[in-house]
């Protein structure tokens, strides 16, 4: 209601940034989200509101929930749950490691950073950090690259992790969509079209097999069969 807007002084959470204007009396913005960007456009901040964000708080859980994603995918733990669930035991093959891989990571925040530390102490060979500028080196990563750098990196990486904030994706969405024939794709990737993982999954589809690609707050969203030992 507009009456509680008009009390309101202190804001923790999520507000769609075009709705700070209905706050007449506010102070303070603390958001639940690392990034902020939405909030500094010219004119969404009312003067003298004073803006913090989450940052910080979620490398090490979120990191380590892709890091279990990623080594379930190698270790094959979704389809020997589902053999299990059935009463079932049959080999299935042979399974990754993170041991010699490359690892590319798109954003190089917080939560890609101890994620590039959770991967190196694992084996991993090489990683790298992909961020909107390329600017200094981030703490972890071997070598660091701006966004436009993807399809040049994606062949070298058998492991891509995806940890932008909202806005970043927005971001390498204006610029990197997609524009490979759906018809030409495998329909498991199509459920992506229109956002950042079909953009990387669309190009996976046509990489080199044992590739595997996981983001940040969501798991598994695509993976290639993992590649023989």
């Not at 080594?71 to 094959?76: G, P, Q, S, V, W």
């Not at 983001?215 to 993976?223: E, N, Y």
Request: contains cysteine.
């Amino acid at each position: 209601p507009q009456e509680w807007r008009e009390r309101t002084t202190i804001l923790l959470g999520y507000v769609p940034p075009e709705q700070l204007k209905t706050f007449p009396n506010l102070k303070w913005v603390q958001s639940w989200n690392a990034g902020v960007d939405p909030y500094l456009v010219p004119g969404v901040l009312p003067e003298g509101v004073r803006l913090t964000s989450a940052v910080g708080a979620y490398g090490p859980a979120v990191s380590e929930h892709m890091l279990a994603m990623l080594l379930a995918i190698y270790k094959r733990l979704p389809a020997y749950c589902d053999q299990q669930r059935a009463h079932i035991w049959a080999d299935l093959g042979p399974v990754g490691s993170l041991a010699g891989k490359t690892v590319l990571v798109a954003g190089a925040g917080d939560i890609g950073r101890h994620f590039a530390r959770l991967v190196r102490a694992l084996g991993a060979q090489r990683v790298i950090g992909l961020r909107r500028s390329a600017g200094c080196p981030a703490e972890g990563f071997d070598e660091i690259y701006g966004l436009g750098a993807l399809d040049g990196l994606l062949p070298q990486a058998d492991v891509v992790a995806l940890a932008l904030h909202p806005q970043g994706i927005l971001d390498f969405l204006h610029t990197y969509t997609p524009d490979i024939e759906q018809d030409s794709v495998d329909e498991s990737y199509l459920d992506f079209t229109g956002n950042l993982d079909a953009c990387i999954a669309i190009r996976l589809a046509f990489a080199k097999n044992g590739k595997v690609f996981i983001r940040s707050g969501a798991g598994i969203v695509a993976d290639s069969e993992p590649e023989k030992e």
